[in-house]
Structures are given as structure tokens and as C-alpha cells.
């Protein structure tokens, strides 16, 4: 069920539903439909993680088949989206990279794409769950808080984790192990992406063109 406040504009949004795997992508689909309407394309992806892992949290140790609220709203000049649930004991946690390995990797996510903007409250017999989007072009399209940045970085913190010796990771593109290990893991990234779209039939050279395009034009230089 779906309410919105009365007139058109960035109303608050809520959605309730029940938490289940089959419920994810109407979930990702409402959401994104919800945030084009706001005028939010550019944050669908970054959004559409931070949900679906909030909720995926709440299925996993809360359990399935539980109602669930997500509610939506700007808190300029942040995009503030929040999940509640019936149980104030599961509280999320934010785990170091190697333990991040076998749990708390939502969470991980979660935390580099809002720039640990995120926590958790109790409300009744509920909790809640929040992150915040940075929307304001000041905040949100600096050279390092960028909804692409963040989310690349959201990527390699984990590809580094998964990759690196000892669970060891970057976070948003420099460590402890510095920028030649981001860079390492931020080439396997691509090189991994290449060899799945060969071995799903697409042209890898094609998909890399397109991308230096996007790239190009969102940065200012020349096409």
C-alpha cells in the first residue's frame, strides 16, 4: 500500500509491505519510479542499494513475511529514506572489511554510499532504520561525494575486501594500502566486467566506448 501527501510535488512518501526476496524488485521498480517523479534519476541506483539492503537485512534477521514501512523524504539537502520493522533487538551493525566478508556487507555498502550517513532508532514497539542521499549540488557533485563516486567507491571497498590479503580494503579509493592498490582493484573491477559481458555475448569494446562517452560528457571535456 502506497501513500503519498496531498498535492504534487516531493511529498513524503510511504510505502508498506511485506519483507520478502519476491517483494525486492517491485520494491527497487516502486522506488525508482518514485524517484524520477522527484527528479532524482541521478540517485535511482544508489537509492535502489541502500534499500534493497536495508530490507534484505530486516529479512534476514528479522525474518520473512514481516510488514515493513520504507518512507521517503527530502531533508534538504539530503533524499532521507528510512525502513521500519517490528523488531527492536536485530539492530544493524557496521562491521570492519573482513568481517564484512561473511555478514555486514549491506551494511558496508549502506555506509560508503551515504558517507556514513546512516543509523538506526527506536520508534514504539518498531525500529528504524535511516541512510541520506546527498541531493544538493554543493553536497552531492563535489569531486569526491558524487553519486557515481560514491558508488564506485562503495564498489572497490568491497572488490578490495574480497580480493586483497587479509580482508584488507579501500574506502573511497585510498587506505592504508594506497593508491596503487585502488587502482589494482579498481582495473580488476573493469576487468571483470569485461569478461562478463563476453561471456554473456555483448561487445566489450562497444560497452567501453559508450562509457568513455558518459564519462566524457558528465565531466565537461570534449565527446
Known amino acids: 500500500m502506497i501513500y503519498v ?47 534493497s539492503e536495508l530490507v534484505t537485512n530486516v529479512i534476514q534477521h528479522v525474518g520473512e513475511g514481516v510488514p515493513t514501512t520504507l518512507r521517503m523524504a527530502l531533508n534538504e539537502p539530503y533524499l532521507r529514506l528510512e525502513v521500519e520493522d517490528p523488531d527492536t533487538r536485530a539492530l544493524p551493525t557496521l562491521l570492519s572489511a573482513s568481517n564484512a566478508l561473511e555478514s555486514g556487507r549491506g551494511v558496508a555498502l549502506v555506509d560508503t554510499l551515504t558517507d556514513h550517513r546512516w ?20 553536497v552531492a ?37 594506497g593508491v596503487a592498490a585502488a587502482e589494482e582493484a579498481a582495473i580488476g573491477v573493469m576487468a571483470d566486467v569485461l569478461h562478463w559481458l563476453h561471456a554473456h555475448g555483448h561487445d566489450p569494446d562497444d560497452v567501453l566506448d559508450r562509457a568513455q562517452t558518459h564519462f566524457e560528457a558528465e565531466i565537461g571535456e570534449p565527446v
Open 5 to 51: 501527501g496531498r498535492g504534487v510535488g516531493r511529498e513524503s512518501w510511504v510505502h508498506t509491505f511485506v519483507a520478502q526476496p519476491g517483494e525486492l524488485s517491485e520494491l527497487r521498480r516502486t522506488l525508482k519510479l518514485r524517484l524520477i517523479l522527484w527528479g532524482f534519476s541521478d540517485h535511482v541506483d544508489a537509492a535502489q542499494i541502500c534499500v
Open 119 to 138: 543509523g538506526v532508532f527506536l520508534r514504539g514497539n518498531s525500529k528504524v532504520v535511516w541512510c541520506e542521499l546527498a541531493t544538493d549540488t554543493s
Open 141 to 177: 557533485c563535489g569531486s569526491t561525494n558524487g553519486p557515481r563516486v560514491s558508488r564506485a567507491g562503495a564498489i572497490l571497498d568491497l572488490y578490495g575486501s574480497w580480493q586483497l590479503p587479509h580482508g584488507r580494503a579501500m574506502s573511497h579509493g585510498s587506505s592504508v594500502l
